[in-house]
């Protein structure tokens, strides 16, 4: 094994970068080639045909039979162009990546034998019947009752990969309960629509629908494929199970916006002009903080293309990898002791009039407008922090949040002091009194007549996991390998709730004879109050906040299969049941997966560890110490036993820490694999996940101890696995 390690380290040292050759044209002309956007559907498509497309996108209508028929003839025509050959439907099960059935375009000509045509009808692209039946469902569906069905989404475009169209679809069950991310996504995001807009009517009656836009910042590790394969651990969980921290991480964070290394450029930009052909549109790229670790982010857009747009970009970036001898890796803490991978959803409103709902305006009645959208989505996130908090939290994630400038498993909400200081004034002045703040920064507020509102870029705090950047939010907890549209969910949904109750007790003050800027005053200032708790500008970290957050009733929970409890609380029930993004049935069902996903993802860790363990490290532990007492006992026959002792006596305290070692070793992993038995013996899915959370998981950080501790005492050239300084300096 060691031979192994020191081949691949070998070979990794040589490689060179990948010429990757520059497109001559400008981005622009060949952007979006490989979708069906607005461009394709001009040429392909009638005018009638688009403007109807154009109006069902926009108003969420079902798509007429006569007009699928006319859309598909035109997207397989573009298609075939473009070497096309098959055609699937692109869809998001519970399993936070993505799913595809590939079938032929050709049909018989006639009857068979008699050659083949090639047919693509409206009722293939509208709908199919995948089956699917092993992906999870948590109980929604029987093995023997199978039928699942997928339905084309015409928001997102059909794009080509190879020779296959895909086309974005939801994937819901026979009875139609979803069965994927991209349905509920659809209807938090109409939720929140519908309820922003009856908000917004207050202020300009002109509004007609409002759009949900995010902006991700997908973070990730590469590491040499060599190494990758030398790994067990990374090859079959993601992070390294083992693994004492190099003398050189991040400490002196000179990798940090550093100058890219030539091998990840030439990754970088063929990834970015890859992506720029779906339509992707990559904005920035840099160093991240850990050795080795990147990130990439595109400008924003509206949320459900740009999740579409995340899912695909995790692909190309796997795909591309291989062509550099990279493995991408996106789990949320693959190495300990350094940063670990987030993806920040930097999340908005704003209306087909053009305005941001989260962007000081210059008017009194835009800047009314703002405050009013402002204290909503506090108050959102403070009703609903715990499921804020579930709705980010998986095995992976846990590990990183909380940890090496990831925020804590403390949903609060960074303003900055401006801002603060502002909310506090409302909610200490009477609505006759107009607000002033700091006349030399221009900034005042007055209900009754506000005047033009200047937000200052305030300081970022990196350890808030909700914080508002100046016209948005940074959802910073939300984990690299997510899917987006967990979060995009409980944040909508949350959002639209409380749009809604928010104009129900505006409108009840109207009826009483209060004007319309007073009533929404009032509303405001008792949602301030309201919402203080979630409102944090210090240390996340700190122990002080959290005792301060537990005293505030905010969820400080830890326990992930426990935290995942919030989805079906008397209130979350409520909340996505009177918006219809779930029902309470759909709750509970996926539950039921993130606990089965849990136990599974803590299962194979547990396994691989355990592997490693007894396969890998005992063996060379025990052959080095076998080399160490064979040391001693020549020492013995030339200098005789006393001399040979005290000169030994280095070497006599390395076999004996070996020993000690090895016997905590091999009895933590019996003890683990005895704790897994009982465990899986648990049917409550639940009940098992908090098994493996309670019993199972504490033995890892006992194991990685004393495997970490031999990896320092073995010699360096008998250690079987590439080790940290390997993994993450080679480049």
Same mark, same amino acid.
């Given at each position: 094994?060691?031979?192994?390690?020191?081949?691949?380290?070998?070979?990794?040292?040589?490689?060179?970068?990948?010429?990757?050759?520059?497109?001559?044209?400008?981005?622009?002309?060949?952007?979006?080639?490989?979708?069906?956007?607005?461009?394709?559907?001009?040429?392909?498509?009638?005018?009638?045909?688009?403007?109807?497309?154009?109006?069902?996108?926009?108003?969420?209508?079902?798509?007429?039979?006569?007009?699928?028929?006319?859309?598909?003839?035109?997207?397989?025509?573009?298609?075939?162009?473009?070497?096309?050959?098959?055609?699937?439907?692109?869809?998001?099960?519970?399993?936070?990546?993505?799913?595809?059935?590939?079938?032929?375009?050709?049909?018989?000509?006639?009857?068979?034998?008699?050659?083949?045509?090639?047919?693509?009808?409206?009722?293939?692209?509208?709908?199919?019947?995948?089956?699917?039946?092993?992906?999870?469902?948590?109980?929604?569906?029987?093995?023997?009752?199978?039928?699942?069905?997928?339905?084309?989404?015409?928001?997102?475009?059909?794009?080509?990969?190879?020779?296959?169209?895909?086309?974005?679809?939801?994937?819901?069950?026979?009875?139609?309960?979803?069965?994927?991310?991209?349905?509920?996504?659809?209807?938090?995001?109409?939720?929140?629509?519908?309820?922003?807009?009856?908000?917004?009517?207050?202020?300009?009656?002109?509004?007609?629908?409002?759009?949900?836009?995010?902006?991700?910042?997908?973070?990730?590790?590469?590491?040499?494929?060599?190494?990758?394969?030398?790994?067990?651990?990374?090859?079959?969980?993601?992070?390294?199970?083992?693994?004492?921290?190099?003398?050189?991480?991040?400490?002196?964070?000179?990798?940090?916006?550093?100058?890219?290394?030539?091998?990840?450029?030439?990754?970088?930009?063929?990834?970015?002009?890859?992506?720029?052909?779906?339509?992707?549109?990559?904005?920035?790229?840099?160093?991240?903080?850990?050795?080795?670790?990147?990130?990439?982010?595109?400008?924003?857009?509206?949320?459900?293309?740009?999740?579409?747009?995340?899912?695909?970009?995790?692909?190309?970036?796997?795909?591309?990898?291989?062509?550099?001898?990279? *493995?991408?890796?996106?789990? !949320?803490? @693959?190495? &300990?002791? +350094?940063?670990?991978?987030?993806?920040?959803?930097?999340?908005? =409103?704003?209306?087909?009039?053009?305005?941001?709902?989260?962007?000081?305006?210059?008017?009194?009645?835009?800047?009314?407008?703002?405050?009013?959208?402002?204290?909503?989505?506090?108050?959102?996130?403070?009703?609903?922090?715990?499921?804020?908090?579930?709705?980010?939290?998986?095995?992976?994630?846990?590990? *990183?949040?909380?940890?090496? !400038?990831? @925020?804590? &498993?403390? +949903?609060?909400?960074?303003?900055?002091?401006?801002?603060?200081? =502002?909310?506090?004034?409302?909610?200490?002045?009477?609505?006759?009194?107009?607000?002033?703040?700091?006349?030399?920064?221009?900034?005042?507020?007055?209900?009754?007549?506000?005047?033009?509102?200047?937000?200052?870029?305030?300081?970022?705090?990196?350890?808030?996991?909700?914080?508002?950047?100046?016209?948005?939010?940074?959802?910073?907890?939300?984990?690299?390998? &997510?899917?987006?549209?967990?979060?995009?969910?409980?944040?909508?949904?949350?959002?639209?709730?409380?749009?809604?109750?928010?104009?129900?007790?505006?409108?009840?003050?109207?009826?009483?004879?209060?004007?319309?800027?007073?009533?929404?005053?009032e509303v405001i200032k008792e949602y301030i109050k309201l919402s203080k708790p979630i409102r944090f500008d210090g240390n996340g970290y700190s122990d002080e906040w959290k005792a301060e957050a537990a005293?505030?009733?905010?969820?400080?929970?830890?326990?992930?299969?426990?935290?995942?409890?919030?989805?079906?609380?008397?209130?979350?029930?409520?909340?996505?049941?009177?918006?219809?993004?779930?029902?309470?049935?759909?709750?509970?069902?996926?539950?039921?997966?993130?606990?089965?996903?849990?136990?599974?993802?803590?299962?194979?860790?547990?396994?691989?560890?355990?592997?490693?363990?007894?396969?890998?490290?005992?063996?060379?532990?025990?052959?080095?110490?076998?080399l160490l007492l064979d040391s001693v006992t020549k020492m013995e026959t030339v200098f005789g036993k006393e001399k040979a002792l005290k000169l030994s006596e280095k070497t006599l305290q390395s076999i004996?820490?070996?020993?000690?070692?090895?016997?905590?070793?091999?009895?933590?992993?019996?003890?683990?694999?005895?704790?897994?038995?009982?465990?899986?013996?648990?049917?409550?899915?639940?009940?098992?996940?908090?098994?493996?959370?309670?019993?199972?998981?504490?033995?890892?950080?006992?194991?990685?101890?004393?495997?970490?501790?031999?990896?320092?005492?073995?010699?360096?050239?008998?250690?079987?696995?590439?080790?940290?300084?390997?993994?993450?300096?080679?480049?």
């Amino acid at each position: 094994m060691s031979g192994l390690r020191f081949q691949v380290v070998g070979e990794a040292f040589k490689k060179e970068a990948r010429y990757v050759e520059t497109p001559e044209e400008a981005t622009s002309s060949y952007f979006g080639k490989y979708t069906f956007g607005k461009e394709q559907m001009s040429q392909y498509l009638s005018k009638d045909t688009v403007k109807k497309i154009n109006e069902i996108t926009k108003s969420g209508k079902p798509l007429d039979r006569s007009i699928a028929d006319q859309v598909a003839a035109g997207m397989k025509q573009w298609a075939m162009e473009l070497g096309a050959t098959h055609y699937t439907h692109w869809f998001q099960p519970l399993t936070e990546g993505t799913a595809e059935k590939h079938d032929s375009f050709i049909e018989y000509a006639g009857a068979p034998g008699e050659g083949v045509i090639e047919e693509f009808s409206g009722k293939l692209l509208a709908q199919q019947e995948p089956d699917a039946s092993s992906f999870p469902s948590g109980g929604l569906r029987n093995t023997f009752e199978a039928r699942g069905y997928s339905a084309w989404d015409p928001s997102s475009p059909a794009f080509i990969v190879d020779d296959t169209l895909c086309i974005p679809t939801i994937f819901i069950s026979y009875t139609g309960e979803s069965l994927d991310y991209k349905a509920p996504l659809l209807k938090a995001l109409d939720a929140v629509d519908k309820a922003a807009v009856e908000v917004c009517k207050y202020f300009d009656e002109n509004v007609k629908k409002v759009y949900s836009y995010l902006g991700w910042e997908q973070e990730y590790f590469l590491v040499d494929e060599g190494l990758y394969a030398a790994r067990p651990d990374l090859l079959l969980t993601g992070r390294s199970l083992l693994g004492h921290e190099s003398a050189k991480n991040q400490q002196l964070e000179d990798h940090y916006f550093g100058a890219i290394p030539e091998r990840v450029q030439a990754y970088m930009k063929e990834v970015e002009f890859e992506a720029y052909k779906y339509g992707i549109p990559c904005k920035t790229r840099h160093n991240e903080v850990a050795p080795n670790q990147f990130e990439l982010a595109p400008i924003f857009g509206e949320t459900n293309l740009a999740n579409d747009q995340n899912l695909l970009i995790m692909s190309i970036m796997k795909r591309i990898a291989r062509k550099h001898g990279f *493995r991408v890796l996106l789990h !949320e803490k @693959p190495f &300990a002791g +350094i940063n670990g991978s987030g993806k920040h959803n930097n999340w908005s =409103l704003g209306t087909d009039t053009g305005v941001g709902l989260l962007t000081p305006g210059k008017t009194p009645q835009e800047n009314l407008q703002f405050v009013t959208f402002m204290v909503n989505i506090l108050t959102a996130v403070y009703k609903n922090n715990a499921l804020l908090k579930a709705s980010v939290m998986t095995a992976q994630n846990a590990h *990183r949040l909380g940890a090496n !400038e990831a @925020p804590p &498993a403390i +949903i609060s909400a960074f303003l900055g002091t401006q801002l603060s200081q =502002l909310l506090d004034k409302i909610e200490n002045a009477e609505f006759e009194d107009g607000i002033a703040l700091d006349a030399k920064k221009k900034m005042q507020l007055g209900i009754g007549s506000i005047p033009e509102v200047f937000i200052d870029n305030t300081d970022r705090n990196r350890t808030s996991p909700f914080a508002f950047t100046g016209n948005r939010f940074e959802f910073r907890a939300v984990g690299s390998s &997510a899917n987006c549209a967990s979060a995009m969910i409980a944040l909508n949904t949350a959002v639209a709730a409380q749009l809604k109750e928010f104009k129900a007790k505006v409108d009840e003050k109207i009826a009483a004879g209060q004007s319309k800027e007073k009533a929404i005053f009032e509303v405001i200032k008792e949602y301030i109050k309201l919402s203080k708790p979630i409102r944090f500008d210090g240390n996340g970290y700190s122990d002080e906040w959290k005792a301060e957050a537990a005293k505030r009733g905010l969820d400080c929970e830890t326990s992930v299969p426990k935290i995942y409890d919030a989805y079906t609380t008397k209130e979350s029930v409520e909340l996505f049941t009177k918006t219809g993004v779930f029902t309470e049935k759909e709750l509970h069902a996926r539950n039921e997966v993130k606990w089965d996903t849990y136990t599974k993802k803590i299962q194979i860790e547990a396994r691989v560890l355990g592997d490693m363990i007894i396969s890998s490290v005992i063996p060379v532990a025990t052959k080095y110490q076998g080399l160490l007492l064979d040391s001693v006992t020549k020492m013995e026959t030339v200098f005789g036993k006393e001399k040979a002792l005290k000169l030994s006596e280095k070497t006599l305290q390395s076999i004996e820490q070996i020993s000690e070692h090895i016997a905590v070793l091999n009895n933590s992993v019996e003890d683990m694999v005895n704790a897994r038995k009982v465990a899986n013996k648990i049917e409550s899915e639940k009940d098992k996940a908090i098994a493996y959370h309670d019993t199972v998981l504490p033995f890892f950080d006992t194991i990685r101890y004393h495997a970490d501790k031999l990896e320092l005492l073995i010699d360096d050239e008998m250690w079987p696995l590439p080790k940290y300084r390997e993994l993450l300096f080679i480049r």
